[in-house]
C-alpha cells in the first residue's frame, strides 16, 4: 500500500500539535518513514522538537525516520510563480512575461500556492506516512475546499475568457488534474485519516461538530475524535477540580452523543509541557493504549 496521510484538525489551543507530533514520533520510532508538515502559519513545530525546521524538510534530531516541514506562505506563493513562469521565459519577450506574471499576482495565489505546496507532498512515495498538522479548522475547512473550487473555476473559464483569479487557464490548466486527484486522496478512507482534537468545552465542542459536517459535505469522513486536556481522576481531590471534571465529563457525554460511532480516545492534561522526543514519547504511550499503533 502507498502512503498514508493523517489529518490532525481542531480550533486553535487544543493541543492538535502535541497529538500530531506524537503520532509522528510513534510512526517513526515503528520503523515507519515518517513526515510531519504544518500548514499553520503560526507554525511551531520548530519550538515543540526544540531545533530550526522552517520551510524546508529537516531531520529531526535523535530520529533515524522523522522529518519535518514548515510550509511558509510567502515562500510557496514565490516557488508557484516561478514554476508557473519559468516554461514562459524561453518563449514570450519580456513584456508577456511581466503580463503573465501580473495576472499571476491576483488575491487567491498564495491560497492556492500553499495548498499547491500541500498537495506535492500528497503525490510522492519518498515516505509511509505524512502526518499534516493544520491550521485552526475554519482555514483547513478552506484550504480542503480549495481543489473543488478551482477545479470548477478552470474548467468555467476555460470555456469563458480564459482568466481566472489565478493567471491565464494556458498557465494553471495542468493544475486541474492535479487538484482532482488531491480531493479523490483526501476522500479515500484506506488512505487518509481526518482526526480531531478538541477541548472537552462547549466552544470547541461545537466547532468540532460543525467542521466535521463541513468534511462530510465535501465527502470526507472524520476517522477519530481526541478529547484532549481532561483533569485526571487522582487530582480531582478538591473542590474546585472535582467540579471542572464533572463539568469536562459533561461534554465528554455530549461529544459521545454528537459523534456516536466515531471512534473517540480521552486524553489527560499532563503536569509539563509537551515538547521534546521523549515528552511524546510518554504521551505516545497514553494515546495509542490498547491499539498496536496504528490509528
Known amino acids: 500500500m502507498g502512503t498514508r496521510f493523517i489529518f490532525f484538525s481542531g480550533k486553535g489551543g487544543v ?8 503520532t509522528a514520533v510513534q510512526y517513526a520510532d515503528k520503523g515507519c518513514r515518517t513526515l510531519i508538515v504544518t500548514t499553520d502559519p503560526a507554525a511551531n513545530l520548530s519550538d515543540v522538537f526544540e531545533q530550526q525546521i522552517g520551510h524546508r524538510v529537516t531531520k529531526i534530531n535523535g530520529m533515524e525516520n522523522l522529518d519535518a516541514m514548515e510550509i511558509d506562505p510567502d515562500a510557496a506563493t514565490t516557488e508557484y510563480k516561478e514554476r508557473a513562469l519559468a516554461p514562459m521565459r524561453d518563449l514570450f519577450d519580456d513584456e508577456l512575461v511581466k503580463i503573465a506574471e501580473e495576472q499571476l499576482s491576483g488575491p487567491c495565489t498564495e491560497e492556492m500556492a500553499s495548498f499547491d505546496k500541500f498537495i506535492d507532498f500528497m503525490q510522492q512515495d519518498e515516505y509511509d506516512i505524512v502526518v499534516f498538522d493544520t491550521a485552526p479548522t475554519g482555514h483547513t475547512i478552506r484550504l480542503l475546499e480549495l481543489p473543488v473550487d478551482w477545479s470548477r473555476h ?19 490548466q495542468d493544475s486541474k488534474k492535479k487538484y482532482d486527484q488531491a480531493v479523490n486522496m483526501l476522500r479515500n478512507r484506506e488512505q487518509t485519516q481526518f482526526i480531531f482534537v478538541m477541548q472537552p468545552e462547549q466552544t470547541s465542542l461545537d466547532e468540532t461538530a460543525r467542521s466535521a459536517k463541513e468534511l462530510q459535505r465535501l ?18 481531590v478538591n473542590a474546585f477540580f472535582r467540579q471542572r471534571l464533572q463539568m469536562q465529563k459533561g461534554y465528554v457525554s455530549k461529544a459521545q452523543e454528537i459523534f456516536a460511532g466515531t471512534p473517540m480516545k480521552e486524553m489527560p492534561l ?25 490509528e
Not at 493541543?15 to 506524537?22: L, P, V
Not at 478552470?154 to 494553471?172: R, W, Y
Not at 472524520?222 to 486536556?229: M, V
Request: aromatic share 4%.
Open 154 to 172: 478552470i474548467e468555467e473559464s476555460a470555456k469563458g475568457s480564459g482568466q481566472t483569479c489565478m493567471g491565464p487557464v494556458a498557465l494553471i
Open 15 to 22: 493541543g492538535k500539535t502535541s497529538m500530531a507530533c506524537t
Open 219 to 236: 465527502g470526507i469522513t472524520t476517522d477519530r475524535i481526541i478529547i484532549n486536556g481532561l483533569i485526571p481522576e487522582a487530582e480531582a
Open 270 to 294: 499532563f503536569d509539563t509541557e509537551l515538547k521534546g522526543i521523549d515528552m511524546f514519547r510518554q504521551v505516545g504511550k497514553v494515546l495509542f493504549e490498547g491499539s498496536d499503533g496504528d
